[in-house]
């Protein structure tokens, strides 16, 4: 069983900054890249960045400039580092990894269960 968990959402004015988590967790053999998503009511799922195993970047249009990804391989986690928030930044943000568990011979993506983010005008 893996398992993705989020935290480091909640509510903050705009301008100010938050710092997302994401840890996984289980029976894991190798991680091969960790992102976040995010949706906003009546909105579509995107990207907001992702991060290989090899610690390339990819950063969705919305955060370049405001966001960083990064991750600590020891303990399987991602963390992603939101600055200069706009009220246009709220959503529900999901956590997503390319985990291939021990008991398989590929990978499979795993999605955390989301944490809201709300920035206040």
């Known amino acids: 069983q893996v398992q993705l968990v989020e935290s480091g959402g909640g509510l903050v004015q705009a301008g100010g900054s938050l710092r997302l988590s994401c840890a996984a967790s289980g029976n894991i053999f190798s991680i091969n890249a960790m992102g976040w998503y995010r949706q906003a009511p009546g909105k579509q799922r995107e990207l907001v960045a992702a991060i290989s195993r090899t610690g390339n970047t990819n950063l969705g249009d919305s955060g370049k400039g405001r966001f960083t990804i990064s991750k600590d391989e020891h303990n399987n986690t991602a963390y992603l580092e939101m600055n200069y928030l706009q009220p246009a930044d709220t959503a529900v943000y999901y956590c997503?990894?390319?985990?291939?568990?021990?008991?398989?011979?590929?990978?499979?993506?795993?999605w955390g269960q989301g944490t809201q983010v709300t920035v206040s005008s």
């Open positions: 997503a990894a390319e985990i291939r568990p021990r008991d398989l011979t590929y990978f499979k993506r795993y």
